[in-house]
């Protein structure tokens, strides 16, 4: 294969994770519109990479500082809401903890 | 003294933490790393060996000295002025990093788990060579970006290949996920794209069943996973509806390797997979150090929050 070799600031192939507090690192912005590179290009590994399905929706939410928690429009914290008691995930897309983009899923947290 | 709880705003699982705690009448500061610094700042002192001082965090001043634990739920990253160019933000994450990320790193307290611990945990080479010197069982493996490996390795019996990081990625204005796949001929005969990053095969374990197992402390919280569906045969993260779940008790020989490996990388928390065969025998897959139990915890009724709450109240120091 021949390609570019591309400098990338501040990255060091042998660095540990262990390096990176936030682990969620802040070196690489994700940027929602890249598109999929052709096969012979893309990564084999993301060859069948497809949209995860829709998530259920939540209700509006807000941080309150105060209760330290995901809050509804009235204050009530999300968790003591009825739906919060299903334990089954909607969706696909939870990376079961792993840092990068988090769970998508309110449910399956 | 307070419980410290690192995680990002949107995180029920560590809602439930803070209520938990409360109901325990133990105080807790929630904070998560993305509010730095335009909503949270650090003035803190070496003095007298160990670091003193405040961080000041979602209308809390947090005296890092009157910490007792901390549980590290993946805070956000960093939040930086827009105004900042990519290369002064660069600059800036790093010194955060490297400042306010070793201040908090180095303080004396119970972590659950430390995020150093966590970050050496996540190399999945690591996580098998580990669990395999922990008497636990594991499948062939192959690591390469060589197609002519693949091929040799696929040759020898059925294989799949699945990522060693994070499962989703943000493309084409969206989520995708990459779950795990079954290698097919079609596959086989156009490997191009293997050679453009180290990818992971394993081969292929008849299952019966799944299985997670989490780990807090010494106890152990165990939910078979039966799937109901092809897909979530493959990979039960395919769809979550086509799961049924039970609470189960792993061998003890097993259960003695996952505390084992535990010890060996210093965390006091993990989400283990494995995947039991049809004779019986299980089969270590991965421990995520930071994985996801919430739903475990509902499926099986098992007291997780209550379990991890026990240990951050009692918040011995390290």
Known sequence: MTAAVAEVSGADPFAPVSAQFALDGASFTSRRDDVASPDGIRPFGLRRALPARAGRELPSWTYDEQQQKAVDSSACPLIQLPIMGDPSADTTSTTDGEDGPSSEDWNND | ?318
């Open chain 2, 1 to 318: 003294m307070t419980v410290l709880i690192l995680a990002p705003e949107r995180d029920f699982t560590a809602d439930r933490m803070v209520k938990a705690l409360e109901d325990r009448d133990v105080p807790v500061a929630r904070v998560d790393t993305a509010w730095f610094p335009q909503r949270a700042s650090i003035d803190a002192e070496l003095r007298d060996g160990r670091w003193v001082g405040i961080l000041s965090a979602g209308g809390r001043a947090i005296a890092l000295e009157g910490l007792r634990s901390a549980w590290y739920r993946s805070p956000g990253a960093f939040g930086f002025p827009a105004e900042l160019s990519a290369t002064e933000r660069n600059w800036a994450m790093s010194e955060t990093k490297l400042g306010l990320g070793g201040v908090l790193a180095s303080l004396p307290v119970k972590w659950i788990n430390h995020p150093s611990r966590n970050a050496d945990a996540a190399y999945k080479p690591v996580q098998l060579i580990t669990a395999a010197r922990c008497g636990l069982t594991v499948t062939d493996t192959l690591v390469t970006n060589l197609p002519d490996a693949v091929q040799r390795f696929a040759e020898a019996g059925e294989t799949v290949t699945k990522a060693f990081g994070a499962a989703a990625i943000i493309e084409d204005g969206g989520r995708k996920t990459t779950f795990t796949h079954r290698l097919d001929a079609a596959d086989l005969a156009d490997l191009r794209g293997v050679e453009v990053s180290a990818h992971q095969f394993q081969r292929w374990i008849s299952k019966e069943y799944e299985a997670r197992v989490i780990v807090v402390g010494d106890r152990l919280f165990t939910a078979g996973i039966h799937a109901h569906s092809a897909a979530t045969y493959l990979d039960w993260r395919n769809d979550y509806k086509a799961l049924q779940y039970e609470r189960i008790e792993p061998p003890a020989s097993v259960a003695a390797g996952i505390l084992e490996y535990c010890v060996e990388l210093g965390l006091t928390y993990g989400a283990f997979d494995f995947v039991i065969r049809p004779d019986g025998n299980w089969v270590f897959l991965e421990c995520n150090a930071g994985g996801q139990y919430g739903w475990i915890e509902d499926a099986i009724d098992a007291p997780i929050t209550e379990a991890l709450a026990d240990l951050l109240e009692k918040g011995i120091a390290t």
